[in-house]
């Protein structure tokens, strides 16, 4: 009896405990295939990444495909001033739709864009640029390039990196056109196995600007009435020539821009007449068809006067003089507006053997002087001469007078005898 209670005790404890260890495998494995999706769900990205990655082109094989085979590595960070023409053939990266590609000034923390993230490629993680896509910048000191993650930014100067010394820049040279590079961005940090720099692939080819080969004026120091003609040469660069302009200041006046004509090989434009004593100032602008554009230095003349003032009307009052009498000579002394003036008007008279002179004098708008007077019978000769700003003078031709003798009629005698 007892041994069979044992024996129910015994079954039914092993059944209990078969129960509980089916439980706890239950448990184990649903514990495993948890963690087995979750290890998926974090693992399946990458595989599908790198799978993705390994599909991609290289760096290599995209410029072989857009026609370029006679390429060279090269060690260049930054790039001369000049006009360039960029074009975009991939974009093979995860953040091809946040990249950015800029310029910057070498030295400075001013970046300019070229390319933001809407352009480029549009496949699902990137591709090639179909067609590629181009644009034309101009950069007038040294600069070198960017490309901007969305965790970091990157350099083609190796030590601007922000894991330095990593290079995250390719830079080919294209040796069938020396003035085309080919250039390729890395954008994973640090020394990983993913280095294709293929996250964006484009051509930098340096352009032949339009210039300004030299400047002219056809007067040295023009005079007050005469107008500038200005000679320029403008060399076309790769593209044509859209204008060139003539630009000028007259002191510290706004400037004034005149278009330049063509004239055979030559760009002429005028600056009109101008004022005796003012300084203008001019420089050329050239620009072309893409919008390059090149400035000439400053030049600079100063407006002459020439020109004698003009001496006219001149009279005497009163035309017949007695003895002791004085003489007033007038005279009408001008200069043009534009020219520099007159300064002084003087009257040279003569009497007898020596010549005298003696200021005129502005009286309502003609410059007068006297003569003192003089005995009867004594001839005096006498000129204007008038000087202008500029030191220019002008004179007139000798006029002459007698002081007149009075006619006394005869005395008669008379004689008582």
Same mark, same amino acid.
Request: hydrophobic residues 40%; aromatic residues 12%; glycine residues 6%.
């Given at each position: 009896?007892?041994?069979?209670?044992?024996?129910?005790?015994?079954?039914?404890?092993?059944?209990?405990?078969?129960?509980?260890?089916?439980?706890?495998?239950?448990?184990?494995? =649903?514990?495993?295939?948890?963690?087995?999706?979750? !290890?998926?769900?974090?693992?399946?990205?990458?595989?599908?990444?790198?799978?993705?990655?390994?599909?991609?082109?290289?760096?290599? =094989?995209?410029?072989?495909?857009?026609?370029?085979?006679?390429?060279?590595?090269?060690?260049?960070?930054?790039?001369?001033?000049?006009?360039?023409?960029?074009?975009?053939?991939?974009?093979?990266?995860?953040?091809?739709?946040?990249?950015?590609? !800029?310029?910057?000034?070498?030295?400075?923390?001013?970046?300019?864009?070229?390319?933001?993230?809407?352009?480029?490629?549009?496949?699902?993680?990137?591709?090639?640029?179909?067609?590629?896509?181009?644009?034309?910048?101009?950069?007038?000191?040294?600069?070198?390039?960017?490309?901007?993650?969305?965790?970091?930014?990157?350099?083609?100067?190796?030590?601007?990196?922000?894991?330095?010394?990593?290079?995250?820049?390719?830079?080919?040279?294209?040796?069938?056109?020396?003035?085309?590079?080919?250039?390729?961005?890395?954008?994973?940090?640090?020394?990983?196995?993913?280095?294709?720099?293929?996250?964006?692939? $484009?051509?930098?080819?340096?352009?032949?600007?339009?210039?300004?080969?030299?400047?002219?004026?056809?007067?040295?120091?023009?005079?007050?009435?005469? !107008?500038?003609?200005?000679?320029?040469?403008?060399?076309?660069?790769?593209?044509?020539?859209?204008?060139?302009?003539?630009?000028?200041?007259?002191?510290?006046?706004?400037?004034? +821009?005149?278009?330049?004509?063509?004239? +055979?090989?030559?760009?002429?434009?005028?600056?009109?007449?101008?004022?005796?004593?003012?300084?203008?100032?001019?420089?050329?602008?050239?620009?072309?068809?893409?919008?390059?554009?090149?400035?000439?230095?400053?030049?600079?003349?100063?407006?002459?006067?020439?020109?004698?003032?003009?001496?006219?009307?001149?009279?005497?009052?009163?035309?017949?003089?007695?003895?002791?009498?004085?003489?007033?000579?007038?005279?009408?002394?001008?200069?043009?507006?534009?020219?520099?003036?007159?300064?002084?008007?003087?009257?040279?008279?003569?009497?007898?053997?020596?010549?005298?002179?003696?200021?005129?004098?502005?009286?309502?708008?003609?410059?007068?002087?006297?003569?003192?007077?003089?005995?009867?019978?004594?001839?005096?000769?006498?000129?204007?001469?008038? $000087?202008?700003?500029?030191?220019?003078?002008?004179?007139?031709?000798?006029?002459?007078?007698?002081?007149?003798?009075?006619?006394?009629?005869?005395?008669?005698?008379?004689?008582?005898?």
């Amino acid at each position: 009896m007892n041994n069979r209670i044992s024996q129910r005790a015994f079954k039914r404890m092993t059944t209990q405990s078969s129960k509980k260890s089916e439980q706890k495998k239950q448990k184990i494995l =649903t514990i495993l295939i948890g963690l087995t999706l979750i !290890s998926l769900l974090v693992f399946t990205p990458q595989v599908a990444f790198f799978a993705s990655a390994s599909s991609e082109l290289s760096l290599e =094989t995209i410029l072989e495909s857009s026609g370029f085979t006679n390429i060279e590595l090269t060690d260049i960070e930054t790039f001369p001033a000049g006009l360039y023409n960029i074009t975009l053939f991939a974009e093979f990266a995860a953040y091809y739709n946040d990249n950015i590609l !800029s310029y910057y000034m070498v030295e400075t923390a001013d970046y300019y864009t070229i390319f933001t993230a809407a352009e480029g490629a549009t496949g699902v993680n990137g591709g090639c640029v179909v067609p590629p896509l181009s644009k034309i910048f101009q950069v007038d000191t040294e600069f070198g390039l960017s490309m901007t993650t969305p965790y970091h930014q990157y350099f083609t100067e190796v030590y601007l990196n922000p894991d330095f010394p990593e290079q995250h820049c390719k830079i080919y040279k294209n040796l069938d056109n020396p003035t085309m590079l080919l250039i390729g961005f890395e954008n994973c940090y640090g020394g990983t196995s993913d280095r294709d720099y293929n996250d964006m692939v $484009f051509s930098l080819t340096a352009l032949e600007p339009v210039e300004i080969i030299s400047v002219s004026r056809a007067l040295e120091t023009p005079n007050y009435d005469e !107008s500038v003609v200005i000679i320029s040469q403008v060399k076309m660069g790769s593209y044509d020539i859209d204008s060139v302009v003539l630009s000028y200041q007259v002191e510290s006046s706004i400037w004034t +821009n005149v278009t330049m004509n063509l004239d +055979n090989t030559d760009y002429v434009g005028t600056i009109p007449a101008q004022q005796y004593g003012k300084t203008v100032i001019y420089k050329v602008y050239a620009s072309d068809v893409i919008g390059g554009t090149d400035v000439s230095a400053e030049y600079s003349y100063v407006v002459g006067d020439f020109v004698a003032p003009i001496i006219i009307d001149v009279d005497q009052i009163p035309f017949a003089v007695d003895a002791d009498q004085l003489v007033k000579i007038i005279a009408n002394v001008t200069e043009p507006t534009y020219a520099s003036g007159v300064k002084k008007v003087t009257l040279w008279y003569k009497i007898n053997d020596g010549w005298a002179v003696n200021g005129m004098g502005l009286d309502d708008g003609l410059w007068a002087a006297i003569i003192p007077g003089q005995k009867q019978g004594n001839p005096v000769q006498y000129y204007v001469e008038a $000087f202008d700003k500029s030191g220019n003078s002008a004179e007139t031709s000798i006029f002459s007078y007698i002081v007149i003798i009075p006619n006394n009629l005869p005395i008669a005698e008379f004689i008582v005898s």
